[in-house]
Protein backbone atom coordinates (compact mmCIF):
# COMPACT_ATOMS: atom_id res chain seq x y z
CA UNK A 1 0.00 0.00 0.00
CA UNK A 2 3.09 2.26 -0.14
CA UNK A 3 2.97 3.83 -3.61
CA UNK A 4 0.88 6.60 -5.21
CA UNK A 5 -0.15 7.13 -8.94
CA UNK A 6 -0.69 10.12 -10.43
CA UNK A 7 -2.59 11.01 -13.50
CA UNK A 8 -1.50 14.09 -15.53
CA UNK A 9 -3.30 15.22 -17.87
CA UNK A 10 -1.67 17.75 -20.01
CA UNK A 11 -2.01 19.83 -23.17
CA UNK A 12 -0.13 18.21 -25.32
CA UNK A 13 0.29 14.57 -23.46
CA UNK A 14 -0.93 12.41 -20.83
CA UNK A 15 1.34 11.14 -18.20
CA UNK A 16 1.57 8.95 -15.13
CA UNK A 17 3.97 8.33 -12.89
CA UNK A 18 4.15 6.54 -9.52
CA UNK A 19 5.63 7.66 -7.28
CA UNK A 20 7.07 5.58 -3.81
CA UNK A 21 6.59 6.39 0.17
CA UNK A 22 9.58 8.81 0.12
CA UNK A 23 8.34 10.99 -2.93
CA UNK A 24 10.54 9.14 -5.25
CA UNK A 25 9.85 8.34 -8.41
CA UNK A 26 9.60 4.77 -9.15
CA UNK A 27 8.01 4.77 -12.88
CA UNK A 28 6.78 7.22 -15.67
CA UNK A 29 4.80 6.77 -19.22
CA UNK A 30 4.06 9.48 -21.74
CA UNK A 31 1.69 9.95 -24.41
CA UNK A 32 1.30 12.35 -26.51
CA UNK A 33 -1.57 12.82 -28.75
CA UNK A 34 -3.16 15.05 -31.56
CA UNK A 35 -4.16 18.46 -31.40
CA UNK A 36 -7.19 19.61 -34.02
CA UNK A 37 -6.90 23.10 -35.35
CA UNK A 38 -10.65 22.95 -37.18
CA UNK A 39 -10.57 26.96 -38.15
CA UNK A 40 -8.34 29.70 -36.81
CA UNK A 41 -8.37 30.52 -33.05
CA UNK A 42 -10.13 27.08 -32.53
CA UNK A 43 -8.31 23.94 -30.63
CA UNK A 44 -9.93 20.80 -29.66
CA UNK A 45 -8.90 17.70 -28.51
CA UNK A 46 -10.63 14.13 -28.95
CA UNK A 47 -12.00 13.31 -25.68
CA UNK A 48 -11.85 10.12 -26.27
CA UNK A 49 -7.94 10.49 -27.01
CA UNK A 50 -7.68 12.15 -23.44
CA UNK A 51 -8.94 9.07 -21.95
CA UNK A 52 -7.09 6.70 -24.03
CA UNK A 53 -3.90 8.41 -23.40
CA UNK A 54 -4.45 8.45 -20.21
CA UNK A 55 -5.58 5.08 -18.86
CA UNK A 56 -2.90 3.52 -21.01
CA UNK A 57 -0.25 5.73 -19.45
CA UNK A 58 -1.83 4.78 -15.92
CA UNK A 59 -1.88 1.01 -17.01
CA UNK A 60 1.57 1.34 -18.42
CA UNK A 61 3.49 2.88 -15.76
CA UNK A 62 1.95 0.11 -13.22
CA UNK A 63 3.23 -2.52 -15.67
CA UNK A 64 6.44 -1.41 -16.27
CA UNK A 65 7.89 -0.59 -11.99
CA UNK A 66 5.36 -3.74 -11.31
CA UNK A 67 3.43 -2.22 -8.81
CA UNK A 68 -0.25 -3.52 -8.57
CA UNK A 69 -3.73 -1.24 -7.87
CA UNK A 70 -4.03 -2.92 -5.03
CA UNK A 71 -0.73 -1.67 -3.65
CA UNK A 72 -1.63 2.06 -4.20
CA UNK A 73 -2.29 3.51 -1.31
CA UNK A 74 -4.03 6.17 -3.93
CA UNK A 75 -4.78 8.34 -6.92
CA UNK A 76 -3.85 12.18 -7.42
CA UNK A 77 -4.93 13.71 -10.86
CA UNK A 78 -3.72 16.73 -12.00
CA UNK A 79 -5.09 18.25 -15.07
CA UNK A 80 -4.73 20.95 -17.76
CA UNK A 81 -7.21 23.32 -16.63
CA UNK A 82 -10.11 24.93 -18.44
CA UNK A 83 -10.57 22.78 -21.27
CA UNK A 84 -14.26 22.25 -21.28
CA UNK A 85 -16.36 18.72 -22.10
CA UNK A 86 -19.84 18.10 -22.33
CA UNK A 87 -21.09 14.61 -21.76
CA UNK A 88 -24.53 12.22 -21.84
CA UNK A 89 -24.36 11.13 -17.95
CA UNK A 90 -26.74 7.45 -19.17
CA UNK A 91 -24.10 6.62 -21.11
CA UNK A 92 -20.99 8.76 -20.32
CA UNK A 93 -20.56 9.70 -24.28
CA UNK A 94 -18.93 12.91 -24.72
CA UNK A 95 -21.63 15.36 -27.30
CA UNK A 96 -18.37 17.10 -28.86
CA UNK A 97 -14.85 17.42 -29.07
CA UNK A 98 -13.16 19.05 -26.12
CA UNK A 99 -12.78 23.03 -26.67
CA UNK A 100 -9.48 23.21 -25.13
CA UNK A 101 -8.22 26.48 -22.93
CA UNK A 102 -6.12 28.07 -25.82
CA UNK A 103 -9.17 27.67 -27.78
CA UNK A 104 -10.81 31.70 -28.89
CA UNK A 105 -13.97 30.81 -30.42
CA UNK A 106 -15.70 32.76 -27.83
CA UNK A 107 -13.99 36.03 -28.05
CA UNK A 108 -17.25 37.94 -28.96
CA UNK A 109 -19.67 36.18 -26.56
CA UNK A 110 -16.69 37.49 -23.86
CA UNK A 111 -17.05 41.16 -26.19
CA UNK A 112 -21.49 41.25 -25.88
CA UNK A 113 -20.80 39.93 -21.87
CA UNK A 114 -18.31 42.87 -21.25
CA UNK A 115 -20.78 45.43 -23.10
CA UNK A 116 -23.30 44.07 -20.83
CA UNK A 117 -21.32 45.13 -17.75
CA UNK A 118 -20.71 41.95 -16.29
CA UNK A 119 -16.64 41.84 -16.00
CA UNK A 120 -16.41 43.43 -12.44
CA UNK A 121 -18.84 41.24 -10.98
CA UNK A 122 -16.58 38.31 -12.79
CA UNK A 123 -13.85 39.66 -11.32
CA UNK A 124 -14.94 40.42 -8.03
CA UNK A 125 -16.72 36.33 -7.70
CA UNK A 126 -14.30 34.58 -9.57
CA UNK A 127 -10.92 36.81 -9.28
CA UNK A 128 -10.97 36.14 -13.29
CA UNK A 129 -10.89 38.37 -16.82
CA UNK A 130 -14.02 37.70 -19.38
CA UNK A 131 -11.87 36.39 -21.60
CA UNK A 132 -12.36 32.87 -23.83
CA UNK A 133 -9.66 31.15 -21.67
CA UNK A 134 -11.98 30.05 -19.24
CA UNK A 135 -14.32 27.08 -19.37
CA UNK A 136 -18.19 28.49 -18.90
CA UNK A 137 -18.15 30.68 -22.12
CA UNK A 138 -16.67 27.38 -24.21
CA UNK A 139 -19.43 25.60 -22.42
CA UNK A 140 -21.84 27.74 -23.26
CA UNK A 141 -21.09 27.56 -26.83
CA UNK A 142 -21.68 24.12 -26.66
CA UNK A 143 -24.56 24.29 -25.43
CA UNK A 144 -25.72 26.20 -28.31
CA UNK A 145 -24.56 24.49 -31.23
CA UNK A 146 -24.83 20.83 -30.23
CA UNK A 147 -28.48 19.76 -31.25
CA UNK A 148 -30.52 19.83 -28.63
CA UNK A 149 -27.87 19.97 -25.99
CA UNK A 150 -29.87 22.92 -23.86
CA UNK A 151 -32.81 21.16 -23.59
CA UNK A 152 -31.66 18.19 -22.04
CA UNK A 153 -28.86 20.18 -19.80
CA UNK A 154 -32.26 21.70 -18.46
CA UNK A 155 -33.73 18.41 -17.91
CA UNK A 156 -30.23 17.19 -16.43
CA UNK A 157 -29.37 14.76 -18.37
CA UNK A 158 -25.97 16.08 -19.46
CA UNK A 159 -22.72 16.54 -17.54
CA UNK A 160 -20.04 19.69 -17.74
CA UNK A 161 -16.68 19.10 -16.65
CA UNK A 162 -13.21 20.57 -16.55
CA UNK A 163 -10.82 17.58 -17.66
CA UNK A 164 -10.22 16.29 -14.28
CA UNK A 165 -14.11 15.67 -13.92
CA UNK A 166 -13.76 13.81 -17.06
CA UNK A 167 -11.30 11.60 -16.06
CA UNK A 168 -12.87 11.06 -12.49
CA UNK A 169 -16.15 9.95 -14.26
CA UNK A 170 -14.52 7.78 -16.09
CA UNK A 171 -12.24 6.27 -13.26
CA UNK A 172 -15.60 5.28 -10.98
CA UNK A 173 -17.41 4.04 -13.58
CA UNK A 174 -19.61 6.79 -13.77
CA UNK A 175 -20.33 7.13 -10.13
CA UNK A 176 -19.03 10.30 -9.42
CA UNK A 177 -19.11 14.01 -10.79
CA UNK A 178 -16.76 16.17 -9.02
CA UNK A 179 -14.42 18.82 -9.43
CA UNK A 180 -11.77 19.97 -7.33
CA UNK A 181 -12.28 23.83 -5.78
CA UNK A 182 -8.45 25.06 -7.72
CA UNK A 183 -10.08 23.71 -11.66
CA UNK A 184 -13.40 24.86 -9.98
CA UNK A 185 -11.86 28.43 -9.85
CA UNK A 186 -11.00 28.29 -13.36
CA UNK A 187 -14.84 28.16 -14.61
CA UNK A 188 -15.71 31.78 -14.23
CA UNK A 189 -19.18 30.44 -12.21
CA UNK A 190 -17.21 29.60 -8.96
CA UNK A 191 -17.15 31.59 -5.95
CA UNK A 192 -13.88 31.84 -4.60
CA UNK A 193 -14.58 33.69 -1.36
CA UNK A 194 -17.93 31.42 -0.53
CA UNK A 195 -16.48 28.36 -2.36
CA UNK A 196 -19.50 27.70 -4.13
CA UNK A 197 -21.14 27.93 -7.67
CA UNK A 198 -22.59 30.91 -7.83
CA UNK A 199 -26.15 31.30 -9.41
CA UNK A 200 -25.93 34.35 -10.84
CA UNK A 201 -23.31 33.93 -12.99
CA UNK A 202 -24.79 30.90 -14.02
CA UNK A 203 -27.69 32.90 -15.09
CA UNK A 204 -25.69 35.72 -16.41
CA UNK A 205 -23.49 33.34 -18.26
CA UNK A 206 -26.67 31.17 -19.32
CA UNK A 207 -25.10 27.81 -17.91
CA UNK A 208 -27.82 25.41 -16.22
CA UNK A 209 -26.83 24.76 -12.59
CA UNK A 210 -27.71 21.17 -13.49
CA UNK A 211 -24.88 20.41 -15.50
CA UNK A 212 -22.27 21.31 -12.98
CA UNK A 213 -20.24 18.80 -10.64
CA UNK A 214 -19.93 18.66 -7.20
CA UNK A 215 -17.13 20.73 -5.70
CA UNK A 216 -14.72 18.54 -3.32
CA UNK A 217 -11.15 19.49 -1.63
CA UNK A 218 -8.09 19.39 -3.62
CA UNK A 219 -6.21 17.07 -0.94
CA UNK A 220 -8.58 14.59 0.86
CA UNK A 221 -10.32 11.43 -0.43
CA UNK A 222 -13.00 12.00 -2.67
CA UNK A 223 -14.08 8.53 -3.88
CA UNK A 224 -12.39 4.94 -5.15
CA UNK A 225 -11.92 4.09 -8.47
CA UNK A 226 -14.26 1.21 -10.13
CA UNK A 227 -12.09 -2.24 -10.38
CA UNK A 228 -12.60 -2.90 -13.88
CA UNK A 229 -10.41 0.28 -14.69
CA UNK A 230 -6.86 -0.52 -12.86
CA UNK A 231 -7.83 -3.87 -11.31
CA UNK A 232 -8.56 -3.19 -7.71
CA UNK A 233 -10.16 0.29 -6.55
CA UNK A 234 -7.96 2.90 -5.41
CA UNK A 235 -8.74 5.87 -3.16
CA UNK A 236 -8.74 9.38 -5.31
CA UNK A 237 -6.99 10.92 -3.14
CA UNK A 238 -5.95 14.68 -4.72
CA UNK A 239 -6.97 16.68 -7.55
CA UNK A 240 -5.91 20.02 -8.66
CA UNK A 241 -5.01 22.07 -11.92
CA UNK A 242 -1.69 21.09 -13.04
CA UNK A 243 -0.50 24.83 -12.19
CA UNK A 244 -1.62 24.39 -8.63
CA UNK A 245 -0.33 20.75 -8.55
CA UNK A 246 3.03 22.49 -9.83
CA UNK A 247 3.13 25.31 -7.14
CA UNK A 248 2.57 22.91 -4.32
CA UNK A 249 5.49 20.29 -6.01
CA UNK A 250 7.47 23.54 -6.14
CA UNK A 251 7.04 23.27 -2.01
CA UNK A 252 5.92 27.23 -2.77
CA UNK A 253 3.84 26.92 0.27
CA UNK A 254 4.62 30.03 2.70
CA UNK A 255 3.20 33.46 0.82
CA UNK A 256 5.11 35.19 -1.54
CA UNK A 257 7.05 31.97 -2.52
CA UNK A 258 5.99 31.75 -6.73
CA UNK A 259 6.95 29.05 -9.53
CA UNK A 260 6.68 29.63 -13.31
CA UNK A 261 6.46 26.58 -15.40
CA UNK A 262 7.56 26.57 -19.02
CA UNK A 263 4.93 24.23 -20.61
CA UNK A 264 2.56 24.57 -23.89
CA UNK A 265 1.85 27.78 -21.99
CA UNK A 266 4.00 29.85 -18.96
CA UNK A 267 2.09 29.61 -16.20
CA UNK A 268 3.38 32.31 -12.78
CA UNK A 269 1.63 31.27 -9.67
CA UNK A 270 2.22 33.34 -6.42
CA UNK A 271 1.30 31.93 -3.25
CA UNK A 272 -0.88 34.53 -1.16
CA UNK A 273 -1.80 32.59 1.96
CA UNK A 274 -5.07 31.93 3.10
CA UNK A 275 -6.85 34.84 1.75
CA UNK A 276 -7.88 35.76 -1.78
CA UNK A 277 -5.62 39.27 -2.76
CA UNK A 278 -7.18 41.33 -5.54
CA UNK A 279 -4.91 41.99 -8.66
CA UNK A 280 -5.40 45.76 -9.91
CA UNK A 281 -2.67 45.24 -12.74
CA UNK A 282 -4.95 42.08 -14.71
CA UNK A 283 -3.44 38.94 -12.85
CA UNK A 284 -5.69 36.23 -11.98
CA UNK A 285 -6.87 35.64 -8.43
CA UNK A 286 -7.07 32.02 -8.22
CA UNK A 287 -7.65 29.25 -5.67
CA UNK A 288 -4.39 27.23 -4.92
CA UNK A 289 -5.52 24.35 -3.43
CA UNK A 290 -7.88 23.22 -0.01
CA UNK A 291 -7.95 20.48 2.51
CA UNK A 292 -6.36 18.53 5.25
CA UNK A 293 -5.75 21.84 7.07
CA UNK A 294 -4.40 23.68 4.24
CA UNK A 295 -5.76 26.75 1.93
CA UNK A 296 -3.70 28.20 -0.13
CA UNK A 297 -4.76 31.17 -2.94
CA UNK A 298 -2.83 32.73 -5.26
CA UNK A 299 -2.02 35.57 -7.81
CA UNK A 300 -1.35 33.77 -11.44
CA UNK A 301 -0.24 35.04 -14.60
CA UNK A 302 -0.70 33.02 -17.65
CA UNK A 303 0.45 33.17 -20.83
CA UNK A 304 -0.88 31.03 -23.81
CA UNK A 305 2.24 30.49 -25.69
CA UNK A 306 5.41 29.32 -23.76
CA UNK A 307 7.32 26.10 -25.15
CA UNK A 308 4.30 26.61 -28.33
CA UNK A 309 6.18 28.86 -29.67
CA UNK A 310 9.21 25.97 -30.26
CA UNK A 311 6.85 23.34 -30.96
CA UNK A 312 5.51 25.92 -34.10
CA UNK A 313 9.04 26.80 -35.04
CA UNK A 314 9.60 22.90 -35.43
CA UNK A 315 6.01 22.12 -37.42
CA UNK A 316 4.79 25.28 -38.42
CA UNK A 317 8.00 26.36 -40.04
CA UNK A 318 10.69 23.25 -40.08
CA UNK A 319 13.45 25.60 -38.38
CA UNK A 320 14.72 22.84 -36.05
CA UNK A 321 13.83 18.88 -35.88
CA UNK A 322 13.10 18.73 -32.18
CA UNK A 323 12.09 21.28 -29.41
CA UNK A 324 15.83 21.23 -27.93
CA UNK A 325 17.82 21.67 -30.99
CA UNK A 326 16.03 25.56 -30.36
CA UNK A 327 19.00 25.47 -27.84
CA UNK A 328 21.82 25.25 -30.47
CA UNK A 329 20.30 27.72 -33.13
CA UNK A 330 19.68 30.82 -30.63
CA UNK A 331 22.84 30.46 -28.98
CA UNK A 332 24.69 30.64 -32.21
CA UNK A 333 24.00 34.18 -32.35
CA UNK A 334 24.88 36.98 -29.96
CA UNK A 335 21.50 38.44 -30.00
CA UNK A 336 18.54 38.07 -31.84
CA UNK A 337 19.45 41.26 -34.62
CA UNK A 338 16.76 43.15 -33.60
CA UNK A 339 13.57 40.64 -34.86
CA UNK A 340 11.07 40.04 -32.36
CA UNK A 341 8.25 37.65 -31.88
CA UNK A 342 5.06 38.39 -30.28
CA UNK A 343 3.80 35.32 -29.62
CA UNK A 344 -0.07 36.36 -29.39
CA UNK A 345 -1.02 33.20 -31.64
CA UNK A 346 -4.23 32.47 -29.47
CA UNK A 347 -4.60 36.27 -27.95
CA UNK A 348 -2.87 37.68 -25.32
CA UNK A 349 -3.36 36.06 -21.50
CA UNK A 350 -1.91 38.45 -18.66
CA UNK A 351 -1.80 40.85 -18.51
CA UNK A 352 -3.11 42.07 -21.85
CA UNK A 353 -5.76 40.30 -22.10
CA UNK A 354 -6.63 40.48 -25.48
CA UNK A 355 -8.39 37.53 -27.78
CA UNK A 356 -7.61 39.72 -30.87
CA UNK A 357 -4.15 40.40 -30.63
CA UNK A 358 -1.98 37.80 -33.28
CA UNK A 359 1.40 36.86 -33.81
CA UNK A 360 3.62 39.27 -35.04
CA UNK A 361 7.17 38.77 -36.38
CA UNK A 362 9.00 42.17 -36.41
CA UNK A 363 12.38 44.09 -36.98
CA UNK A 364 13.20 41.69 -39.99
CA UNK A 365 16.29 42.46 -42.08
CA UNK A 366 17.80 41.16 -44.96
CA UNK A 367 20.01 39.97 -42.39
CA UNK A 368 17.76 38.05 -40.48
CA UNK A 369 18.12 34.37 -40.00
CA UNK A 370 16.68 31.14 -38.55
CA UNK A 371 18.89 31.93 -35.54
CA UNK A 372 18.07 35.30 -35.43
CA UNK A 373 14.11 34.14 -34.99
CA UNK A 374 15.04 31.22 -32.94
CA UNK A 375 16.41 33.66 -30.53
CA UNK A 376 13.40 35.97 -30.83
CA UNK A 377 11.23 32.94 -29.80
CA UNK A 378 13.31 32.11 -26.22
CA UNK A 379 13.66 35.73 -25.80
CA UNK A 380 9.71 36.25 -26.31
CA UNK A 381 8.93 33.25 -23.31
CA UNK A 382 11.37 35.38 -20.80
CA UNK A 383 10.02 38.65 -22.21
CA UNK A 384 5.94 37.49 -21.56
CA UNK A 385 7.18 36.68 -17.99
CA UNK A 386 9.03 39.59 -17.05
CA UNK A 387 5.89 41.41 -17.79
CA UNK A 388 4.11 39.31 -15.13
CA UNK A 389 6.71 39.64 -12.28
CA UNK A 390 6.28 43.36 -13.14
CA UNK A 391 3.00 42.71 -12.42
CA UNK A 392 3.43 41.09 -9.33
CA UNK A 393 4.92 43.96 -7.84
CA UNK A 394 2.60 46.61 -9.22
CA UNK A 395 0.00 44.19 -7.05
CA UNK A 396 2.39 44.79 -3.91
CA UNK A 397 3.90 41.75 -3.60
CA UNK A 398 7.48 41.60 -2.46
CA UNK A 399 10.21 41.78 -5.08
CA UNK A 400 10.60 38.01 -5.43
CA UNK A 401 14.46 36.69 -3.95
CA UNK A 402 14.23 33.66 -6.30
CA UNK A 403 12.03 32.25 -9.47
CA UNK A 404 11.46 28.56 -9.28
CA UNK A 405 11.08 26.92 -12.67
CA UNK A 406 9.96 23.92 -14.09
CA UNK A 407 8.21 22.05 -17.20
CA UNK A 408 9.18 21.01 -20.22
CA UNK A 409 10.66 24.25 -21.96
CA UNK A 410 12.88 24.64 -18.61
CA UNK A 411 15.34 22.22 -19.96
CA UNK A 412 16.42 24.78 -21.96
CA UNK A 413 19.80 26.30 -19.95
CA UNK A 414 19.84 29.50 -22.54
CA UNK A 415 16.44 30.15 -22.22
CA UNK A 416 16.62 30.11 -18.22
CA UNK A 417 19.79 32.31 -18.58
CA UNK A 418 17.74 34.57 -20.67
CA UNK A 419 15.37 34.76 -17.79
CA UNK A 420 17.45 35.46 -14.87
CA UNK A 421 19.13 38.68 -17.32
CA UNK A 422 15.51 39.91 -17.75
CA UNK A 423 14.52 39.68 -14.21
CA UNK A 424 17.31 40.30 -12.34
CA UNK A 425 16.99 37.56 -10.05
CA UNK A 426 18.31 34.30 -9.75
CA UNK A 427 15.86 31.20 -11.70
CA UNK A 428 16.35 28.38 -9.54
CA UNK A 429 15.08 24.88 -11.78
CA UNK A 430 14.22 22.23 -9.06
CA UNK A 431 15.51 18.82 -9.21
CA UNK A 432 12.50 17.12 -10.35
CA UNK A 433 11.43 18.98 -13.55
CA UNK A 434 7.31 16.87 -13.05
CA UNK A 435 6.91 18.85 -10.25
CA UNK A 436 3.20 19.24 -11.53
CA UNK A 437 2.73 15.10 -11.06
CA UNK A 438 5.21 15.68 -7.52
CA UNK A 439 2.70 18.00 -6.24
CA UNK A 440 -0.40 16.09 -7.01
CA UNK A 441 1.22 12.88 -5.65
CA UNK A 442 2.15 15.41 -2.88
CA UNK A 443 -1.67 16.73 -2.50
CA UNK A 444 -3.00 12.28 -2.49
CA UNK A 445 0.29 11.28 -0.27
CA UNK A 446 -1.52 14.35 2.61
CA UNK A 447 -4.74 13.43 1.46
CA UNK A 448 -4.67 9.32 2.44
CA UNK A 449 -2.46 10.39 5.85
CA UNK A 450 0.66 8.70 3.65
CA UNK A 451 2.49 12.24 4.38
CA UNK A 452 2.07 14.34 7.77
CA UNK A 453 2.10 17.63 5.93
CA UNK A 454 3.93 20.19 4.08
CA UNK A 455 7.38 20.35 6.22
CA UNK A 456 8.06 16.85 4.77
CA UNK A 457 7.67 18.21 1.42
CA UNK A 458 9.73 21.36 1.85
CA UNK A 459 12.35 19.42 3.15
CA UNK A 460 12.77 16.77 0.14
CA UNK A 461 12.46 19.92 -2.82
CA UNK A 462 16.02 20.16 -3.90
CA UNK A 463 17.43 22.81 -6.28
CA UNK A 464 19.04 21.37 -9.62
CA UNK A 465 21.00 24.37 -11.17
CA UNK A 466 20.80 28.09 -10.38
CA UNK A 467 21.25 30.47 -13.23
CA UNK A 468 22.37 33.83 -11.68
CA UNK A 469 21.72 37.09 -13.46
CA UNK A 470 24.72 38.28 -15.54
CA UNK A 471 23.75 41.10 -17.96
CA UNK A 472 23.25 45.01 -17.62
CA UNK A 473 20.02 46.23 -16.28
CA UNK A 474 20.14 48.87 -19.15
CA UNK A 475 20.27 46.20 -21.74
CA UNK A 476 17.26 44.45 -20.67
CA UNK A 477 15.40 47.77 -20.05
CA UNK A 478 15.88 48.45 -23.77
CA UNK A 479 14.81 44.67 -24.54
CA UNK A 480 11.33 45.30 -23.11
CA UNK A 481 11.08 48.73 -24.27
CA UNK A 482 11.27 47.34 -27.86
CA UNK A 483 9.39 44.14 -26.57
CA UNK A 484 6.33 46.77 -25.45
CA UNK A 485 6.71 48.44 -28.84
CA UNK A 486 5.87 44.99 -30.58
CA UNK A 487 3.42 44.15 -28.37
CA UNK A 488 1.80 47.50 -29.30
CA UNK A 489 1.95 46.08 -33.25
CA UNK A 490 0.41 42.51 -32.65
CA UNK A 491 -2.85 44.02 -30.61
CA UNK A 492 -6.27 43.98 -31.92
CA UNK A 493 -5.55 42.51 -35.12
CA UNK A 494 -7.92 39.66 -35.70
CA UNK A 495 -11.11 41.55 -36.82
CA UNK A 496 -13.09 38.85 -38.47
CA UNK A 497 -16.03 36.59 -36.35
CA UNK A 498 -14.50 33.44 -35.58
CA UNK A 499 -17.08 32.08 -33.66
CA UNK A 500 -18.52 29.99 -36.81
N1 LIG B 1 14.77 22.10 -24.82
C1 LIG B 1 13.65 22.79 -25.01
N2 LIG B 1 13.69 24.11 -25.27
C2 LIG B 1 12.55 24.83 -25.42
N3 LIG B 1 11.31 24.30 -25.36
C3 LIG B 1 11.22 22.99 -25.09
C4 LIG B 1 12.36 22.16 -24.92
N4 LIG B 1 11.92 20.90 -24.66
C5 LIG B 1 10.57 20.95 -24.68
N5 LIG B 1 10.14 22.19 -24.95
C6 LIG B 1 8.74 22.66 -25.05
O1 LIG B 1 8.10 22.34 -23.84
C7 LIG B 1 6.74 22.00 -24.06
C8 LIG B 1 6.42 20.70 -23.39
O2 LIG B 1 6.51 20.87 -22.02
P1 LIG B 1 5.49 20.12 -21.04
O3 LIG B 1 5.83 20.58 -19.67
O4 LIG B 1 5.56 18.67 -21.34
O5 LIG B 1 4.14 20.75 -21.58
P2 LIG B 1 2.57 20.43 -21.33
O6 LIG B 1 2.43 19.96 -19.90
O7 LIG B 1 1.93 21.75 -21.58
O8 LIG B 1 2.11 19.42 -22.34
C9 LIG B 1 6.55 21.90 -25.56
O9 LIG B 1 5.80 23.02 -25.96
C10 LIG B 1 7.97 21.95 -26.13
O10 LIG B 1 8.03 22.69 -27.34
O1 LIG C 1 -1.02 21.53 -20.07
P1 LIG C 1 -0.21 22.69 -19.61
O2 LIG C 1 0.87 22.30 -18.67
O3 LIG C 1 0.25 23.56 -20.72
O4 LIG C 1 -1.17 23.61 -18.71
C1 LIG C 1 -2.31 24.18 -19.23
C2 LIG C 1 -2.94 25.10 -18.22
O5 LIG C 1 -3.48 24.41 -17.13
C3 LIG C 1 -3.97 25.96 -18.87
O6 LIG C 1 -4.49 26.87 -17.95
Not at 1 to 30: I, K, N, P
Not at 51 to 78: M, S
Not at 351 to 369: E, K
Not at 390 to 398: F, L, N, R, S, T
Request: with cysteine; glycine share 12%; aromatic share 6%.
Amino acid sequence: MGYLLTLDQGTTSSRAMVFDAEGRVRGVAQREYVQHYPRPGWVEHDPQDILATQFDCARQVLADTGVTAAELAGIGITNQRETSLLWERASGRALAPAIVWQDRRTAAACERLRAQGLAPLVRERTGLELDPYFSATKLAWLLDHVPGARARAEAGELAFGTVDSWLVWHLTGGRLHVTDCSNASRTLLYDIHRGDWDAELCAALGIPPALLPHVVDSIGVCGETDPAVLGAAVPIAGIAGDQQAATFGQACFAPGMAKNTYGTGCFLVMNTGSRPVTSSHRLLTTVGWRGRGLVAYALEGSIFMGGAIVQWLRDGLGLIRSAAEIEALAASVPDSGGVVLVPAFTGLGAPWWDAYARGTLIGLTRGSTAAHVARAALEAIALQTVDLVEAMKGDGAAPLTELRVDGGAAANDLLMQIQADLLGVPVVRSRMLETTALGAACMAGLGVGMWSGTDELTARWQAERRFEPAQPAARCEALRARWHRAVERSRGWAEEDEEG
